[in-house]
């Protein structure tokens, strides 16, 4: 089944504790995306990634770290957690770069940071 | 500079009815794709259809259309014969060539079905 998977699905952790939220896909997509929501906030891209070690930032991408060094993968790094991280995590990927081309998501990562 | 509007917070519909959701959008782009999402209670982001900025005719998928009208610059997504399942968040959402061809959402409209 083509898929967004992201691990863990929930998390609670405390300040500073360093984590990682996974992301994978079985599409063979070459863009893949982070986007966190917030109530009042809406979705906002914290960082995307074009192809295999091309990464880039978006809207809102302090305190956070990706990595691409395969194309299936694209974790979220968190090295130093705050409670204003606290929100729900997508992980997102298209075929491709391109303005027509859709975004699939995965089911979400609901993170607390105490 | 882009962006999505959606003005209607909150609706109700009852079952078996149809029931439109409004969305408009800007961007100075040519090429765009605008899309909608659903958001059930239980979180995940579902995609439901698609429409290009260059296709003449409105998509449709299954119960699901998309009134496309480019010179007014709307979006709006038609639900036909709604079911108690169709209760959730729904996101129009657009994607042009600006900002690393991130996805931009709307506030969302929550959809209620009464039986």
């Known amino acids: 089944e083509a898929q967004v998977t992201q691990n863990p699905r929930y998390l609670i952790t405390v300040t500073g504790k360093k984590l990682t939220v996974t992301c994978s896909q079985n599409m063979n997509h070459e863009y893949m995306s982070w986007y966190r929501q917030d109530p009042g906030l809406g979705l906002r891209q914290i960082y995307y990634?074009?192809?295999?070690?091309?990464?880039d930032k978006g809207d809102v991408p302090e305190g956070y770290k990706v990595s691409r060094k395969e194309k299936r993968n694209f974790p979220l790094i968190l090295e130093s957690p705050s409670p204003n991280q606290t929100s729900l995590y997508f992980c997102a990927s298209s075929l491709i770069a391109s303005s027509t081309d859709t975004q699939y998501f995965g089911p979400g990562t609901r993170l607390t940071v105490l | 500079a882009q962006k999505i509007t959606q003005t209607q917070p909150g609706m109700f519909v009852q079952e078996k009815e149809a029931v439109t959701l409004d969305c408009t959008y800007d961007?100075?782009?040519?090429?765009?794709?605008l899309f909608w999402y659903k958001q059930p209670s239980s979180g995940e982001m579902i995609f439901l259809i698609y429409q290009g900025s260059y296709d003449e005719q409105n998509a449709t998928e299954g119960r699901y259309s998309l009134n496309f009208q480019k010179a007014r610059k709307s979006a709006n997504l038609v639900i036909s014969a709604s079911q108690l399942g169709d209760s959730a968040m729904y996101f129009c959402?657009?994607?042009?060539?600006?900002?690393?061809?991130?996805?931009?959402f709307g506030a969302g409209t929550r959809l209620f079905v009464k039986a």
């Open positions: 961007t100075s782009d040519q090429s765009y794709g």
């Open positions: 959402a657009m994607r042009d060539n600006t900002g690393g061809f991130k996805t931009i």
């Open positions: 990634s074009m192809n295999v070690e091309v990464t």
